[in-house]
């Protein structure tokens, strides 16, 4: 249903990282952690994986027991893979930019860490003409399986022994989150994403300020598709729009930690 603008995201935060230090094997950066964890510290202990982003908000597969490593991104319907205007809804939906979903903060090309949080600020627009396909909101996300380096490959991760995902959610937004669950076989689908507690008529997460725990089992397709964990791309925390109201956002996701079977 949306694109994932996180090229530019990533390219530019590998290059200032490397300026502390890099992997010439990932073309990634491998120096500093630059986030917090709530257990078992950067590799994990027992069934939790902690997954600890560098202050740019990459997160390298050496910092974790399974291997995770992508980089933190903001999206948009308005913004294209390039993290700028014009994205979707300019483009397929005709829509102007004012009438489109906005990034306030991060940037594009950057996404600051700021004491393990990574935080976004911006507005899901009104959706006009129901046109949910192009006008759908924002959010933040995590590739699970990015190379990183100058040209980026996202592929999927296989999280056959992850049971969850656990996270600290600062300023839960009015209009709700969806917490879906990206996959090959999704993406770019007409239904969305699967996501926790997705029903036929798009409800937000079950959600609540503070710490959270999503258990796969919550995880399913708004139409019925079975969700796959070994076939995930990663994991984005969405705003979805509406046909009554606008609705801002300036919402932090910090300590997200993988939870193993």
């Known amino acids: 249903m949306k694109q994932q603008n996180y090229f530019l995201t990533l390219f530019v935060g590998a290059v200032l990282a490397c300026a502390a230090g890099c992997s010439e094997d990932s073309g990634a950066p491998s120096g500093g952690t630059g986030g917090s964890s709530s257990t078992g510290g950067a590799g994990g202990g027992g069934n939790t994986v902690p997954l600890v982003p560098t202050d740019t908000g990459w997160v390298d597969k050496a910092s974790n027991s399974l291997g995770v490593q992508g980089a933190w991104y903001a999206y948009a319907d308005s913004l294209g893979d390039n993290a700028m205007p014009p994205g979707n809804c300019q483009t397929k ?13 991060p940037a594009a ?122 076939d995930l791309l990663g994991v984005q925390f969405h705003v979805p729009t509406a046909t009554t109201a606008a609705s801002s956002f300036d919402y932090c996701i910090s300590d997200l930690t993988l939870i193993k079977k």
């Not at 939906?93 to 009438?99: P, V």
């Open 93 to 105: 939906g005709g829509h102007s930019d004012a009438e489109c979903s906005k990034v306030e903060s």
């Open 109 to 230: 090309g950057s996404f600051t860490n700021t004491g393990g949080m990574m935080c976004t600020k911006g507005t899901a627009e009104v959706v006009l003409a129901m046109d949910y396909s192009n006008m759908w909101g924002a959010g933040i996300g995590l590739d699970f399986n990015n190379s990183g380096g100058d040209t980026p490959v996202k592929g999927a991760f296989d999280a056959s022994s992850v049971a969850g995902v656990s996270f600290v959610l600062t300023r839960k937004p009015l209009a709700g989150l969806r917490v879906e669950f990206p996959q090959t076989a999704t993406e770019g689908s007409a239904d969305g994403n699967d996501y926790a507690d997705a029903s036929s008529t798009y409800p937000v997460s079950m959600l609540t300020e503070g710490a959270n725990t999503v258990m796969f089992d919550r995880v399913k397709g708004p139409k019925g598709h079975v969700f796959n964990p070994a």
